[in-house]
């Protein structure tokens, strides 16, 4: 009579068992549905929290983009002609890139026919325009004002410009101290400041 209520028994822990399990498995799920739904509705709220403050900052934020603003190049500023009153010389002056370029250009007419000229080139150096100045001029050999002897010599002194604006440009060559006609030498050289203003 036992072996007939063992089975009974079994199914019936069997089936409290599956009736446990199942509910369980109601209650981890009814869980992780609950846990969803807080995340869910977290995320919801961030995003209706964060969405006005972008719209606001992408209404206030201007455009970064930097202006373009057509500005001339320096040799477009400047005037083409200068004078220095020292020298009472014109010179043609050009400023393209790092070059800077100067032509005597009022050259007497004695003096052009034997090929007289000044060419000055500077390349920029940091602040400066630092280059030469190649002179070809008569010298005068003879030392008796009443006689006039001369002898074209070929010279190239330093020339470094320090400023250059639209109204004035400043700046340092090699002076002669000390030349010897005769041999188109320069003996002595001394640093001295210079300035040209545009031609009126």
Not at 20 to 49: P, V
Request: glycine share 2%; charged share 30%.
């Amino acid at each position: 009579m036992r072996l007939l209520f063992y089975p009974k028994r079994i199914r019936q822990r069997r089936n409290n068992e599956n009736r446990a399990f199942k509910a369980d498995i109601q209650e981890d799920t009814l869980r992780t549905a609950r846990i969803d739904w807080q995340l869910a509705l977290m995320i919801l709220m961030a995003l209706l929290m964060t969405s006005p403050f972008a719209a606001a900052d992408q209404k206030s934020t201007p455009d970064t983009k930097p202006a373009t603003v057509a500005s001339k190049p320096l040799n477009a500023q400047l005037p083409k002609i200068w004078h220095i009153d020292a020298k009472h010389k014109d010179f043609r002056v050009e400023v393209t890139n790092d070059l800077f370029r100067a032509e005597w250009v009022n050259i007497p007419p004695d003096a052009a026919k034997q090929g007289a000229y000044i060419h000055t080139e500077c390349r920029r150096v940091g602040a400066k325009w630092v280059g030469t100045s190649t002179v070809y001029q008569a010298a005068a050999i003879s030392k008796d004002p009443t006689v006039k002897t001369t002898k074209m010599c070929r010279l190239t002194i330093r020339f470094e410009v320090d400023s250059i604006t639209p109204e004035k440009i400043t700046f340092h060559s090699e002076a002669m101290r000390d030349f010897d006609p005769t041999k188109c030498q320069l003996l002595q050289t001394a640093w001295e400041e210079f300035s040209w203003v545009p031609k009126k």
